[in-house]
């Protein structure tokens, strides 16, 4: 396959070198804020975006850039209608929506390869004007219970009156590209669209640094690009269109009042909506230029242009085109088709967007914090405020890489967290840019010198889950599968799971020594990712004094703990060096799930009656306060376990010793691992923080459908909770917890994210891949009910099977031919011009599975790429293995 041999060739960094860097929203980030309050959203709104020159990105309309975001490509469009030029989608910010930040735009990703060889987008322009006003009053207008108003409520799209406006991108070599702009007039009469393909520079040169500064001119009929220690492209197009150019510089007398002669950013805009001749350059030449194509395109019919972007000079750039586009096109199905082999039609459909929308969300994330901090020579300083202000305690921190987004538009910056999961889809189609996602974080220019991974750009120091060494694990084991269909006996890339393996020690350390408030393994990691599941902020003080021990943020560290137990195992394979801190790790996790049983005063974090795991509160005056809120800070346990293989642990004799040793010694942990002291039987031993008949308690909690189970996965917030919300009162305080399956009810948290009652992917799947690994122990024989209550008896793989099932389910067509994603949307469920086009949106309604929450992160919801992954052609692992290649255990072992 072309493709994979692209992806196979040390070459392949050069395919790499150009796709879609851009950002769909740089203007609202922290990078972009030099406010005195560090207030990102208001210090570039959208409206100021059009004029002013970035610092440290650019942003576009499903645009490319070369892999260093020197020179940029995108979109503008502009129906004659709408007060401004099209050139970056809208949305409203935190304050002006009612759940928070929202994009208000309809635009999709359809295809992608992993070397960008072919890619193609969607945008859905209206023909009639764009309803900004509209859009952002009445999202104002409506309260936090309100559903929020979308661009297709506004009837922007009645009778078909748009253009789908399809953006494509096919490689001739790794510096030619060819740019195929379809636009297809949805609507019953003919009409009118201005397309303005844009070429231009980003700003390097207006902050005052040494360097010269990059050109555009008009060489012919070309746009020649020049740039130093760039080299030089041209940029052909095939039709007449007249060439414009400007300057990608700001202009200060629209946003500051300040008088000033030139060529800015926005003179596209005023040339084309307001017919300012004198916008653009007279000369052509600049930093900025489009190719200006009035079109009027027939009802139902399509307009073509056709560019080329290349470094070579071609002396036939439309020579072939269409049929190089149809090669593409035939190489991306043929390398689907061997990844999807086995799936139905619909499912192939929703895998290839989902693995689409990864690759889209690609992006040039560039964020020096010291030069931030600092100023510029070349500009007013900072204001004082901060050098005590946001991130001013990672001044190590200097970014400058192409990173995975959660979401281009929503969460333009990278998490640690949701980055662990992404590796896992994009593991599937890339491992190599999966892998190298993974050492990234770990480089010395974004893990701070304590050992903290930073979280994101809106506070580095906020604490994540600690993924990292399970998306290590993963991603080793899914790359090894691959390498092995050509060598069968390769071991897999141990110099890339000993490099990340080094620094995640100095991160496991940071986590003992910062968030271990009393040294008792008992972790208090703040709001760990799951914002507004409990009864206060946990990244603010408590209201009532003391602490938090939390049942996730210390079930997080025995999972970090046997992740790293397994990486230093299979390290130890090839150097027994590395038995001696697999040892460590496995103390480690048993001293953790000690703490678990007592946190203190006899009391632990399991509640036996309940069968649930809950938060304590830990009061001023030594009182503890168990916080009976049944979320999923209480399943988290699930995800703290492994087997150990009997293969394996004769590999690794001095660990083995050691476990021996260590668990007759400490007979009261011994427990704690199924069967160990029963030598001889030739079968795998269980670590796990959930003996037998805990593991029952929380199945039949998490299986029952009126508290946990969903029909589309399993719930954050237990349904219980809406008719007996958790309530706790203090010094005339009432702080409460309910169940609330869609949008957040409130703002105290921030944001759109809600998880009291959704279902979210990143913790469906961690479930899921946590049941497979305790089938791989207990095997076909122990049976659970599931649903709880209905008589149905499954095993635990089955169990795991049935909630991946649930999940899929969100996305699929059902019997009614109707994706739940949708709701109640009739256009979106009907219309051909929509309804097989996905979106991956950040978390789903807990009864319903209506997205919800951001709409384009495919990020960590692209994890439905690897659950529709057919099993057999699935990763290697004890979560992958067939019921058939399990040696049993005997289900006694569960009512010990």
């Known amino acids: 396959m072309e493709e994979d041999r692209r992806l196979d060739e040390p070459a392949a960094a050069g395919w790499k070198q150009w796709g879609p860097y851009l950002s769909e929203r740089q203007w609202g980030t922290v990078r972009e804020d030099y406010s005195p309050g560090g207030t990102a959203w208001e210090a570039l709104s959208h409206d100021a975006a059009r004029s002013r020159a970035y610092r440290w990105g650019e942003d576009g309309l499903l645009g490319i850039s070369d892999d260093q975001q020197i020179l940029c490509f995108a979109v503008a469009l502009w129906n004659r209608r709408d007060p401004i030029l099209k050139e970056r989608l809208f949305g409203l910010n935190n304050s002006e929506g009612n759940h928070g930040e929202d994009v208000k735009e309809s635009y999709y990703y359809l295809d992608a390869t992993p070397t960008h060889s072919y890619l193609k987008g969607l945008y859905k322009y209206p023909q009639q004007e764009f309803p900004y006003a509209q859009l952002v009053d009445e999202n104002r207008r409506r309260g936090k219970l309100d559903p929020e108003f979308e661009l297709i409520d506004t009837g922007a799209f009645d009778d078909d009156r748009y253009f789908d406006v399809v953006v494509e991108y096919a490689k001739g070599s790794p510096s030619d590209v060819l740019i195929r702009i379809t636009v297809h007039n949805r609507g019953p009469e003919d009409a009118d669209v201005d397309v303005l393909p844009q070429l231009w520079f980003r700003n390097t040169w207006s902050w005052g640094y040494p360097g010269s500064k990059p050109e555009l001119t008009l060489e012919g009929d070309a746009v020649l690009a020049q740039a130093a220690n760039f080299g030089s492209y041209w940029l052909y197009r095939e039709s007449d269109a007249p060439w414009i150019f400007t300057e990608n510089e700001t202009n200060s007398l629209r946003l500051f009042g300040a008088p000033g002669d030139g060529h800015f950013k926005d003179a596209f805009h005023e040339f084309v909506v307001d017919r300012n001749v004198a916008a653009v350059r007279r000369d052509p030449r600049g930093t900025k230029a489009a190719a200006h194509h009035r079109l009027r395109v027939a009802a139902h019919g399509k307009a073509v242009v056709r560019l080329r972007l290349s470094a070579a000079i071609q002396a036939e750039p439309f020579s072939r085109f269409d049929q190089l586009f149809a090669l593409r096109i035939r190489e991306a199905d043929a390398f689907f088709a061997r990844l999807q082999k086995g799936l139905s039609a619909d499912q192939r459909l929703v895998q290839r967007q989902a693995i689409s929308g990864m690759i889209w969300s690609k992006q040039f994330f560039y964020y020096d914090v010291p030069q931030w901090l600092k100023g510029d020579p070349g500009q007013p300083p900072p204001p004082p405020e901060r050098a005590r202000g946001r991130n001013h305690e990672w001044k190590h921190l200097n970014n400058a890489d192409i990173i995975s987004m959660p979401d281009k538009w929503e969460y333009p910056w990278y998490a640690a967290w949701d980055l662990a999961f992404h590796t896992i889809s994009l593991a599937l189609v890339d491992p190599d840019f999966a892998k190298a996602q993974l050492i990234l974080l770990t480089r010395e220019w974004y893990m701070h010198p304590n050992g903290q991974l930073p979280a994101y750009e809106w506070a580095f120091g906020d604490v994540n889950p600690p993924v990292h060494g399970w998306a290590t694990w993963r991603v080793f084991q899914m790359d090894r599968k691959r390498r092995r269909l050509t060598k069968k006996d390769d071991p897999g890339d141990l110099a890339f799971l000993e490099r990340v393996f080094h620094k995640l020690m100095l991160n496991f350390t940071w986590w003992v020594n910062r968030k271990d408030a009393e040294g008792r393994n008992v972790f208090q990691g703040g709001f760990l990712g799951l914002d507004n599941i409990g009864v206060f902020d946990r990244s603010a003080p408590l209201p009532t004094g003391g602490y938090i021990n939390q049942s996730d943020g210390t079930s997080w560290m025995a999972m970090y703990s046997l992740n790293l137990m397994r990486i230093a195992l299979e390290l130890a394979q090839h150097n027994h060096v590395y038995e001696d801190i697999a040892t460590k790790f496995f103390e480690h996790f048993l001293h953790i799930a000690e703490a678990m049983t007592n946190a203190g005063d006899g009391m632990g974090l399991w509640n036996d009656e309940d069968g649930f795991y809950y938060d304590v509160l830990n009061l001023p005056d030594g009182q503890m306060l168990p916080l009976k809120v049944r979320s999923m800070v209480g399943l988290i346990p699930l995800f703290a376990v492994e087997t150990l293989d009997p293969e394996l642990l004769a590999k690794v004799p001095a660990f083995t010793a050691r476990l021996d040793w260590f668990l007759n010694y400490r007979p009261d942990l011994s427990a704690l691992v199924s069967r160990w002291n029963e030598p001889g039987t ?215």
């Open 682 to 896: 030739g079968e795998r031993r269980l670590l796990s923080l959930l003996r037998g008949s805990r593991m029952k308690k929380l199945l039949r909690r998490m299986l029952d459908e009126s508290e946990f189970l969903s029909d589309y996965g399993v719930r954050a917030l237990s349904r219980h909770h809406r008719e007996h919300p958790y309530t706790l009162e203090w010094n005339g305080d009432r702080f409460s917890v309910e169940y609330q399956p869609g949008e957040s009810t409130s703002g105290l948290f921030g944001g759109n994210s809600n998880w009291r009652g959704p279902i979210w992917m990143p913790v469906n799947y961690l479930i899921i891949e946590s049941l497979q690994k305790f089938h791989h122990y207990y095997g076909d024989d122990f049976k659970i009910e599931c649903p709880t209550g209905s008589g149905r008896y499954l095993s635990i793989d089955e169990v795991a099977t049935e909630l991946s099932a649930r999940l899929t389910r969100i996305f699929l067509r059902n019997e009614n031919e109707e994706r739940p994603v949708f709701g109640n949307d009739r256009r979106l469920q009907d219309d051909p011009n929509f309804r097989d086009h996905v979106l991956f949106h950040e978390y789903f309604h807990g009864d319903t599975g209506r997205g919800v929450g951001a709409s384009h992160q495919t990020g960590w919801t692209g994890l439905i790429a690897k659950l529709l992954q057919p099993r057999e052609q699935a990763s290697e692992g004890s979560d992958r293995r067939h019921a058939a290649d399990v040696h049993h255990a005997s289900p006694m072992a569960l009512t010990r």
